[in-house]
């Protein structure tokens, strides 16, 4: 293995690894801060104890996940800046506006009403207080819409014009970085930290039924953590459809990398299950699986939102074929599309030539010639049609397990809310009050999953088809990226294990309190 | 803390939500209630203590240890200018 590859390859599980860690705090923010500021309102509006107790003691909880996922993302940002150097000059105004955005509302909005939040009861009015417990969720909201606008950027970039002199791409456009893309990839992100949070207060709360401690108040959390996780879920499902919709227009490729398609067809059937076939190739004649159960024309419906519509397969898109309204349309192919790269980057060339040279007309000529062939300038990096085809196993399974979670979660909130409404048998019945706490960690594995499709799906590119991970990478040695790689999944192993150990010990100690009056 | 005290600051000056004797103090008096409203907070503090240790701790880890020692930003380390930058990214993209 060459350095290059090493380099690419651990900046990559590095940036993996800080991320997966970074997401297991997130969506609890996301979605526990909505639900401790609903409580609060109901009990604005109520004035009843019980929600005053339930928003206490789910806002601790809250403040606990927040304190140790703070800052968490910031070393994403550090890695852009040593081990994507390349990438981060590029993307130049684009992603830096957002963060910038990101960065003041993280610390102006939410550090500010947080503080309101923890140290505000008895001392500024109970409608203040309401709102920052309000402001607290929309600012975390607002932050990830920043982020969630960057990363949709890279899967879709618009909005920009490449500046060869600059080396960067100039953001001549700002509101059409709110994409079809970047507007389904917040809500789908945001509703599902909702329904992760829903998991996670009726898991905790059947941890009470279970040890029959305040079972009122484990009651009363698990109705509203099942409606709000219902309604999260739900929203999930809705704007996931919105972005299988605009992946299929938009990267096509990562889409058939979902479902291990290779030769698409009109009502394209969804792969329910299936046993990819290893030996399976965009050039060859194997069959794509060796077991496969399909659901008939769901591909299409999802896809392009019509049972006949045509879903095009990894070889279609590398031959440059795709059947729009039932004629048969030719796309750039991917050869074409390497060549036309090559000739982005001889002109980017032949423009750094002219600049030294001083030559005004030659670096005129070089850059209309750049423009005329940049939307393929990342394809020039690759010498076979293969280098630019994501991992289909990874992101095939990953894409199912997403699925198979999120219609268990249907499932599930459905049965508690059932349950939770014949109050008796929701305390009595242990089995599940078992298969509530086994789920908690479910929902972070089916939420990792739906990253993982986004991220494995796009692959190799860090700017879909202009710049890929080996040509975004810095030129530094790979022992430096495996040295912090170690040190990241030290400290981070270290915060996940002191959230999890404090939130347990404070889950404990709160559970033996009453918590059905404040008086106690 | 520093972010969020100025927030705070602004905001009692702007809204003046606290209480009604608020606006008879002047800017001084304004920053030692907020002064309280921190101290309070920070001592009434249970847990919060332990959280405000791993915080502080982790920020000291990000920051001191592992940005200034692992993870400087290689462009602007390694040049001074802008069009020196976009020379060295244009000649790495095109090699």
Known sequence: ?520 | MIFSFTSIFLLISLLKLTDESLSKYHTMETVKKIWFFYRDGFREMTVGKTLWMIILLKLFIFFVVIKLLFFPNLLSRDYDTDADRADHVRKELTK
């Open chain 1, 1 to 520: 293995m060459n350095d290059l590859t090493t380099v690419v390859d651990w900046s990559r599980w590095q940036f993996a690894l800080t991320a997966i860690y970074h997401w297991l705090f997130v969506p609890l923010t996301l979605g526990l801060s909505v639900l401790v500021a609903i409580m609060e309102s109901l009990y604005l509006k109520t004035k009843s104890e019980k929600w005053l107790m339930a928003t206490k003691f789910w806002m601790r909880l809250f403040g606990i996940n927040f304190a140790i996922g703070v800052a968490t993302g910031i070393i994403l940002e550090f890695e852009f800046g040593t081990n994507w150097s390349n990438y981060s000059w590029f993307v130049g105004d684009i992603f830096g506006a957002p963060l910038a955005i990101e960065g003041i509302l993280a610390f102006f909005m939410e550090s500010t009403f947080v503080a309101v939040m923890f140290f505000g009861w008895n001392k500024v009015s109970p409608r203040f207080h309401l709102a920052s417990t309000w402001l607290t969720a929309i600012g975390a909201s607002i932050s990830a819409l920043w982020i969630l606008v960057a990363n949709a950027w890279m899967q879709y970039p618009v909005g920009m014009e490449f500046d060869p002199a600059q080396m960067r791409n100039v953001m001549d456009n700002f509101w059409d970085l709110f994409s079809g893309i970047a507007v389904n990839k917040f809500f789908h992100a945001v509703f599902s930290g909702w329904a992760l949070a829903g998991v996670f207060v009726i898991g905790v709360s059947c941890w009470f039924l279970w040890k029959k401690r305040n079972q009122d108040f484990a009651l009363l959390s698990i109705k509203s953590a099942a409606w709000f996780g219902l309604a999260g879920l739900l929203l999930t499902m809705y704007t996931g459809d919105g972005s299988a919709v605009e992946v299929t227009k938009h990267q096509p490729m990562k889409l058939a990398a979902m479902e291990g398609l290779y030769h698409g067809t009109e009502g394209q059937g969804f792969t329910a299950f299936a046993i990819l076939n290893p030996d399976k190739d965009w050039n060859n004649d194997e069959d794509e699986y060796i077991f496969e159960i399909a659901i008939p024309r769901m591909l299409s419906i999802l896809g392009r939102h019509d049972a006949n519509a045509f879903i095009p397969g990894v070889t279609d898109i590398i031959e440059g074929r795709d059947i729009i309204n039932g004629d048969t349309v030719n796309t750039v192919s991917y050869a074409e599309r390497i060549e036309r790269g090559k000739m982005a980057q001889a002109a980017l060339r032949n423009y750094d030539i002219a600049l030294e040279k001083g030559d005004s007309v030659a670096m005129n000529v070089a850059k209309a010639d750049l423009q005329k062939n940049f939307q393929y300038f990342g394809y020039g990096y690759f010498d076979d049609v293969k280098e630019a085809i994501p991992p289909i196993g990874v992101t095939f399974w990953t894409f199912r397990i997403m699925c198979y979670l999120g219609g268990y979660f249907l499932l599930f909130f459905v049965v508690i809310l059932i349950l939770v409404y014949r109050t008796r048998l929701m305390e009595r019945a242990t089995w599940i009050q078992w298969i509530a706490m086994a789920s908690v960690p479910l929902m972070w594995v089916c939420s990792e999953a739906g990253w993982a499709v986004a991220e494995v799906g796009r692959q190799p590119w860090t700017v879909q088809d202009l710049l890929p991970t080996k040509a975004a990478i810095s030129e530094i040695p790979a022992s430096s990226v495996i040295v912090t790689f170690w040190l990241f999944a030290l400290v981070f192993t270290v915060l996940l294990v002191a959230e999890v150990s404090i939130m347990c010990r404070q889950i404990s100690k709160e559970s033996k309190k009453n918590l059905s009056s404040n008086k106690a």
